[in-house]
């Protein structure tokens, strides 16, 4: 089977107009952080809600950098985190010197457990970052009630959720500071990328320096002076990406949000009934970016096995945070270990289409119901 014919798990969903933008750019003859940039964050900011104050960089990772750096987050402090998210998570945090905190994760979606993580607070303890997994922000609210009665600040991993809503509020548009990713598997790209969101200037002006060097213009008049203050990095989008972003922004409500919300839709209708499968926790409001499900009874590598027969790519989301040598602190965090057994993310972005879906729906069916003899 050729690569081609592979299912992926996700895949970006772009074509002539996305092709265009970067031409159009590419003719321009600047490519730095310019015009489509802050045209790009000025139609976030419309599209997120009323005072959003959008600032664009080069990664979702470097997002959370910044966000963090911004709130004040150092050497010697501590930060709340799931284990179970993406390395960049935590990447991002000890990038800071800080030290990320890995917490268990609720049974029913693998969002952070606020018990588990008031547990591990400590004098030194700064941040929680929430993940909204899968596109899934759960209740937010007890997240920000928790934070609010420790003294810490919030920083919202929305890297699989840009355009959700948690309680018809839409993600990035209230809270603390919500940090998004443009890559190219998220729920829209800018070919790389990522956005901090916040409606406190204090710190959308931070995140604005510090992604470029930290570099303060002295004055307009002599524009070869620089002032610099403050650590910075080279962290800004590029025209080329934010070009790229504004059309996928475009195409988002009437395409990219409800073929990735009906695809789901459809792989949760065609499942629901299998007694060894746990759907995600996904709900109406969400746009999802992945469709992780869970398999009961060690069944989960023959599932897999068998769609990677049929030519489905699937992954694990993800692998947790506690048990990689680098953050490991020898602890157990129970419920995100056993998932991570039982996990399997199914392919799940707006290219797929209805035939895929029964295809592959027919073959987890087969799988689960051959004798688990016949397995070995
Ligand atoms: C993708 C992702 C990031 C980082 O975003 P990049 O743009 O890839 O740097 C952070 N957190 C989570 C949960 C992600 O999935």
Redesign the pocket.
Known sequence: MTPKDVVQTSAPYVGAAEKAAVARVLDSGYYGCGPEVATFEHELSYYLGKDTDVVCTA??????HLALTAIGVGHGDEVLAPSV??V??FQ?IAATGARPVACDVHEKNLLLDIEDARRRITQRTRAVIP?H?AGHSGDLDAIYDFARSNRLRVVE?A??AFGSRNQGRMIGSFGDVV?F???PI?NITAG???AVVTRNPAVAHDVRLRRELGIERASTTRSDDIVVSRLGWRYAMSDLMAAIGRVQLGRFDSELKPLRQQNAAALGEKLRDLPDIGLPSLDAEDVP?IFPIRIANDRRDVVRKALRDAGFETKVHYPPNHLLPYFSDGAPRPVAERAFQELLTLPLHPGINDDQIAHMVSVIRASLSAPMSSMA
């Open positions: 990664s979702g990772t470097a997002a959370l998210t993406f960049a998570t991002a993940v997994y991993d890297a699989h940090c990713s443009f890559d998220k790389q990328g990522g970016h």
